[in-house]
């Protein structure tokens, strides 16, 4: 994925009310940008840190501009969670991630029942329902989800289960925004059900994919598919 237009460098001043932050730009402005994360970003959030964010064009919001990613430990974390679809989606569709490079044609958004799933990816032999996460919460050498405790994840779960018992593959994406990670993890100490709930819905048949972008300034590419360890 790249980005359309530059990015704006500055430094975090802080975040609040979830889904705003105060940016310090090189030039000294402070301008307010929007938070999509709705998470803790625990892991992710250093006050005077470097970000980028991008400058929004539509006049009907409220902030000019949305925060992309921040500078950790010498890398970039991006924290702008409607990458993940796209990304995901994009990388299916080049045939990116081992696994799951062997379709002709993938939808997003696709309704089913109540819900809509992320990503619907179609070959001649068959269907695949995929759900997308985004990760950027690491806990030593491994990435973890959730970092804030997830009801409409756990629900996301149990769709894929039954698709699964009705003859879909089923999968699992994490875009896991941070490169300073090898392992993948479900965050038991802090969403205990849908832990448990992942580990169950891999016995059901739920494939998993954590994927590891590269973050930077210019765009989001995928790595690496990593390893991954359920059990707490």
Not at 69 to 75: A, F, L, P, Q
Not at 185 to 199: Q, R
Request: contains cysteine.
């Amino acid at each position: 994925m790249i980005f359309q237009q530059k990015l704006v460098h500055g430094t975090l001043i802080k975040r609040y009310k979830r889904f705003l932050a105060d940016i310090k730009l090189d030039s000294g402005e402070i301008v307010t940008a929007h938070c999509t994360n709705s998470g803790s970003m625990k892991s992710c959030l250093e006050e005077g840190a470097e970000v980028y964010i991008s400058h929004v064009t539509d006049p009907k919001r409220k902030t000019r501009f949305t925060w992309e990613m921040i500078k950790i430990n010498g890398d970039w974390v991006g924290i702008n969670t409607s990458h993940p679809n796209k990304i995901a989606y994009n990388a299916i569709l080049n045939r990116e991630i081992p696994g799951l490079d062997n379709y002709s044609s993938a939808r997003r958004e696709v309704k089913f029942d109540e819900s809509r799933l992320d990503i619907l990816a179609e070959n001649d032999r068959e269907k695949c329902a995929i759900e997308v996460k985004n990760v950027t919460m690491k806990d030593g050498e491994f990435a973890r989800f959730p970092d804030a405790r997830t009801e409409r994840g756990l629900k996301h779960l149990h769709t894929l289960i039954r698709l699964k018992k009705e003859g879909f593959r089923v999968a699992m994406v994490y875009i896991i925004q941070r490169s300073d990670v090898n392992l993948f993890g479900p965050a038991h100490d802090i969403d205990p059900e849908y832990s448990n709930t992942l580990i169950l819905a891999e016995k059901e048949g739920v494939e998993i994919f954590p994927v590891q972008v590269k973050v930077e300034p210019e765009g989001i590419h995928v790595c690496r598919v990593l390893e991954y360890k359920l059990n707490k």
